[in-house]
């Protein structure tokens, strides 16, 4: 069945340095590709996303990649800063209009 | 504009009882999705109803059901809980449904503990 794998479940980054968090996906026809940001006790964010069309998206601080043919995309934090200690969650939204959630990556960022 | 509410936000339940949880979309949104939410599991897609009709389902038993009514606002029911439905329940609204353009957002959750 549809599924996304994400790595890794737990990132511990120096504050100001990179994290990169990968999903990869099993439905090629997947086409539309969340990533939420859910802090302790809160409610899920969506923080940035991108579709099939298109390789790299980039909004501030935060960019995703995709790579249709290999069927992965990754989340790259740069800079990071103590507030963007949470869990992250990618998705994908599969040919068939389910979307699947990748079982999440806890970042924490070391002062 | 109201952000998406969640009605209980704490439920604690027995085993074989049955639950029902509400969630109130933004204004305008027609489309709720609902998702389940476990240490183990991650978050995992139960339903989503759009206009009153369900129009996808993920892979859960015919234990877990939901509808919407003609104001958007959605119920979802647990019938003959289990522990294992022990969860953090979460709706999310948007415009149209799953897509580039129809941003999701998340209600705040109930936690259901089932004993």
């Given amino acids: 069945g549809e599924n996304v794998e994400q790595h ?4 511990s980054v120096q504050e100001g340095d990179s994290a990169v968090i990968k999903c990869t996906y099993s439905d090629s026809a997947s086409n539309y590709f969340p990533w939420y940001k859910q802090e302790l006790g809160k409610r ?3 923080i940035i996303d991108i579709r099939s069309n298109v390789g790299e998206k980039k909004d501030q601080r935060i960019a995703v990649t995709l790579n249709k043919t290999a069927k992965h995309f990754s989340l790259h934090i740069t800079e990071t800063q103590p507030e963007d200690s949470a ?3 990618c998705a994908a939204l599969s040919s068939a209009s389910k979307i699947i ?3 999440g990556t806890r970042l924490s960022i070391r002062p | 504009k109201a952000g998406v509410t969640q ?3 704490y439920l604690i339940k027995t085993r074989g009882q049955q639950v029902t949880l509400s969630c109130s979309p933004i204004s305008g949104h027609r489309s709720v999705s609902w998702y389940q939410q476990t240490p183990g599991q991650g978050l995992q897609f139960l339903f989503e109803y759009f206009s009153e009709t369900q129009r996808n389902k993920g892979n859960f038993p015919g234990r877990f059901s939901g509808r919407q009514f003609s104001n958007s606002r959605s119920e979802m029911n647990v019938s003959t809980l289990e522990l294992g439905d022990s969860a953090l329940y979460l709706c999310a609204s948007s415009l149209g449904g799953w897509g580039a353009y129809n941003e999701q ?3 705040p959750g109930t936690r259901l503990t089932v004993l």
């Fill in chain 2, 7 to 9: 009605t209980p936000r």
């Fill in chain 2, 105 to 107: 957002f998340f209600g």
């Fill in chain 1, 101 to 103: 959630f990748g079982s």
């Fill in chain 1, 87 to 89: 869990v992250y969650f």
């Fill in chain 1, 8 to 11: 890794p479940s737990t990132l």
């Fill in chain 1, 44 to 46: 899920p964010q969506l």
